[in-house]
């Protein structure tokens, strides 16, 4: 296990180093987000029932800022490598594929995590929330950050130039994230929408751990837990079988 705690540590500390940019400015950003939605929105919309909209809206903005930083974490750090040319540093040693798939993934759990405590220190002084079934709110915050994670380092793994990375990013992740439910309930979209709602699987994980906090949410939590499992696992399959084989990292 000595190499999956240097690779793992050597992650952490990639991002850490530059903690102003990597942890203070996401948190930020979701901190923009609250006081322009919540401010504009509060007195015209109410999602759920004794439930305020900026207290609707906080568990959202910590969710998508823990799958974005999640994502961005081992997808920046592998195109990176990549690019500089340093990548052999990861590969020359004996680390097998699950070595290099658990640090990588695992330090971007970290860093999503680390960003969206402290969204939710931020934005907490905001308005009042409960904690309906906390078990509910960690198993979702790590699902969901070890699930971007995974698509961060097949995306790494895919991109050669960092336009391509960013194509993957503002095309797919962010796309994803915006329509999954931060800033609203599916049930106030035509049923139309609400169909192709039910295709991301970004809903579930966001509509899962706003479960947590006020026991109210679109679709059963165990759906969603099983529906974000799949995925989950789905994809680790896939970027274990790319690191095995060496797609585009070997050349």
């Known amino acids: 296990m000595i190499g999956f705690r240097t690779l793992f540590y050597k992650e952490v500390l990639r991002f850490w180093k530059v903690a102003t940019q990597t942890i203070s400015a996401p948190i930020l950003t979701a901190m923009l987000y609250l006081l322009i939605f919540g401010h504009v929105l509060e ?15 906080i568990p959202g903005l910590v969710m998508m800022s823990v799958l974005q930083n999640a994502f961005a974490n081992s997808s920046s750090s592998l195109i990176q490598s990549k ?3 340093n990548l052999v540093f990861v590969l020359l040693p004996p680390l097998s594929h699950w070595e290099i798939f658990g640090a990588y993934v695992l330090a971007s759990v970290v860093r999503g995590l680390a960003v969206g ?9 905001f308005a009042k929330l409960t904690f309906v079934a906390p078990w509910w709110i960690v198993i979702f915050s790590l699902l969901g950050a070890g699930m971007l994670g995974t698509m ?5 793994i895919w991109a050669e130039k960092f336009d391509q990375l960013a194509a993957f990013q503002n095309f797919l ?9 931060v800033f609203y309930s599916i049930h106030s979209l035509p049923s139309f929408w609400q169909s192709v709602s039910r295709f ?5 994980m966001i509509d899962g751990f706003r479960y ?3 026991g109210q949410s679109d679709v059963n939590p165990s759906t969603s837990f099983s529906i974000v499992a799949i995925f989950f696992v789905l994809l680790a399959a896939f970027a274990i079988f790319l690191l095995k084989s060496g797609y585009k990292l070997r050349h």
């Open 43 to 57: 007195d015209h919309v109410q999602v759920y029932p004794q439930v305020r909209y900026t207290s609707f809206l």
């Open 83 to 85: 690019i500089t040319g």
């Open 117 to 125: 405590a402290g969204v939710f220190v931020i934005t907490a002084w």
């Open 152 to 156: 961060g380092l097949i995306a790494g």
């Open 173 to 181: 992740i962010m796309p994803a994230t915006f329509l999954s439910g």
């Open 200 to 204: 991301n699987p970004f809903f579930y």
């Open 212 to 214: 947590g906090f006020f």
